[in-house]
T-cell receptor, first 119, second 116 residues
C-alpha cells in the first residue's frame, strides 16, 4: 500500500527556472493538499483540492499553481522559482467522513516530502 | 481567526521521564484538534485526535492528550519517554473553509530530544 507518493524527493533549481512536483495517492481520497514546511513556522497550506477538476488557494498561494486533472494526482507548479520558495513541500490527502460538513475530523495522510532548494 | 501556539520549540527529557508538550489553540467554534509526529526525513503521521466526546484522548505509542476547553489547551503527554520518541511534534486545529470543507492549521512544532 503506497499511500501518498511525492516526486521528486530532492531538487535544486536556479532562480527563474520552473518545475512541477507530483503527488500521487492510491487510497481513492477526495481531498488533496499541498503544504510547505519552514523552520519555526510549522506547515502552511499552499493550495488544496476537494475533488477532481477543482482547486482552491490556501494561506500562501502566491508563486504556485496547481492542477487536479485526475483524482489520484495533484500537481504543484512553480513557474518562476525564487529563493523564498526554498522549502520542504508536503502533499497530503484525506477522505471525507460524512460529506464536507463533517470533514473537520478528517485525518490527513502525508507524503514523505520534497526538498526544494532555489539558488 | 483560528490559530495554534506550541510553547517551546525544543524540549529535552531523559529516557524514562515524563514528556509534556504544550499546545494552546484559539477557535470561535468547538474545535477538532490533532497531534502529528514527524520523524527525521519522513512525512507527518497522526498521533491522536479530538473531535467530540471524551476529553482524554489516547493515541499511538503511549501518548495521550487532554482537551481542556476552559484553558483552550490540548497538551500532549507520555508517562515515560523512550529514545524512539525523538521527533518533531505538531499540534493542529481544523478550520472551516468556504463550501463547508476544512483545513488544518498547524503550530510551529516542538522538537523533542530524548537523552540516555
Amino acid at each position: 500500500n503506497a499511500g501518498v507518493t511525492q516526486t521528486p524527493k530532492f531538487r535544486v533549481l536556479k532562480t527563474g527556472q520552473s518545475m512541477t512536483l507530483l503527488c500521487a495517492q492510491d487510497m481513492n481520497h477526495e481531498y488533496m493538499y499541498w503544504y510547505r514546511q519552514d523552520p519555526g513556522m510549522g506547515l502552511r497550506l499552499i493550495h488544496y483540492s476537494v475533488g477532481e477538476g477543482t482547486t482552491a488557494k490556501g494561506e500562501v498561494p502566491d508563486g504556485y499553481n496547481v492542477s487536479r486533472l485526475k483524482k489520484q494526482n495533484f500537481l504543484l507548479g512553480l513557474e518562476s522559482a525564487a529563493p523564498s520558495q526554498t522549502s520542504v513541500y508536503f502533499c497530503a490527502s484525506s477522505y471525507p467522513k460524512v460529506g464536507p460538513r463533517n470533514s473537520g475530523a478528517n485525518v490527513l495522510t502525508f507524503g514523505a516530502g520534497s526538498r526544494l532548494t532555489v539558488l | 481567526a483560528q490559530s495554534v501556539t506550541q510553547l517551546g520549540s525544543h524540549v529535552s527529557v531523559s529516557e524514562g521521564a515524563l514528556v509534556l508538550l504544550r499546545c494552546n489553540y484559539s477557535s470561535s467554534v468547538p474545535p477538532y484538534l490533532f497531534w502529528y509526529v514527524q520523524y527525521p526525513n519522513q512525512g507527518l503521521q497522526l498521533l491522536l485526535k479530538y473531535t467530540t466526546g471524551a476529553t482524554l484522548v489516547k493515541g499511538i505509542n503511549g501518548f495521550e492528550a487532554e482537551f481542556k476547553k476552559s484553558e483552550t489547551s490540548f497538551h500532549l503527554t507520555k508517562p515515560s519517554a523512550h529514545m524512539s520518541d525523538a521527533a518533531e511534534y505538531f499540534c493542529a486545529v481544523s478550520v472551516g473553509l468556504a463550501g463547508g470543507y476544512n483545513k488544518l492549521i498547524f503550530g510551529a512544532g516542538t522538537r523533542l530530544a530524548v537523552h540516555p
